[in-house]
Structure formats: structure tokens, C-alpha cells
Nanobody, 125 residues
Framework: QLQIVESGGDLVQPGGSLRLSCAISGFSLDEYSVGWFRQAPGKGREGVSSISCTDGSTYYADSVKGRFAISRDNAKNTVYLQMNTLKAEDTGVYYC??????????????????WGRGTQVTVSS
């Protein structure tokens, strides 16, 4: 059964941290790359970070570089997004998606075939 489930979203104060999880079933992280996207209210879906299936290379949007870190645990078929020094502009629904084969850049919407339903992150004091 193909399933992608995000978790870990929460309300956090500016400067705080969160770790999002993306539990994947029906896909192998050896064959599928994973991307994180986010969508703020009234805005389009933005690529945040990706990790390539072949060599584990990681890619980040400029807006999160140095603050977010993507990682994977192939044994658990789970991908994580560690988010530090959170800002109000990081608020949004965060989605996890998979793309067959390797990736070589920050994720773009059309490259990813299967999506989770998202988890809400709110950064506010």
C-alpha cells in the first residue's frame, strides 16, 4: 500500500525548533527521492528541501539554508526535516512527496509524483 504520512507540526515560538517526520510505505528510499514542500496561506507551494535516493545528496531553498536539515533513516523508511531558528515566515502546511530516481536540486512541484496530506507548522509568539 502506497502511503506518505507527515507528522510533527506544531505551534512554536520564533527562534524555536521542530522536527517533522515523513513515514513512507510502499516506496523504497533506495529508489525514490524525497522532497519537503510548504504552503503558506494564500501562497503557492514552495520547495524547501530534498534528499536524493542514490547518494543522499541534500538540497535546500535559500530561505532555509543553514537553519533546516533533511535526513533519512532507510531502515525505518522515514525522512526527517529538522527545523531550527524558526521564523514567522516559516508558517505553513508542510508536505512530503516522493520522486522516482535521483534528484539534483531544490524540489519543484512537477517532479514529485506522490504526496502526503501535510502537517501544520505555525511560528508565532
Amino acid at each position: 500500500q502506497l502511503q506518505i504520512v507527515e507528522s510533527g507540526g506544531d505551534l512554536v515560538q520564533p527562534g524555536g525548533s521542530l522536527r517533522l517526520s515523513c513515514a513512507i510505505s510502499g516506496f523504497s528510499l533506495d529508489e525514490y527521492s524525497v522532497g519537503w514542500f510548504r504552503q503558506a496561506p494564500g501562497k503557492g507551494r514552495e520547495g524547501v528541501s530534498s534528499i536524493s535516493c542514490t547518494d543522499g545528496s541534500t538540497y535546500y531553498a535559500d530561505s532555509v539554508k543553514g537553519r533546516f536539515a533533511i535526513s533519512r533513516d532507510n531502515a525505518k523508511n522515514t525522512v526527517y526535516l529538522q527545523m531550527n531558528t524558526l521564523k514567522a515566515e516559516d508558517t505553513g502546511v508542510y508536505y512530503c512527496a516522493v520522486s522516482r530516481g535521483s534528484v539534483r536540486s531544490v524540489p519543484t512541484f512537477y517532479e514529485y509524483e506522490y504526496w502526503g496530506r501535510g502537517t501544520q507548522v505555525t511560528v508565532s509568539s
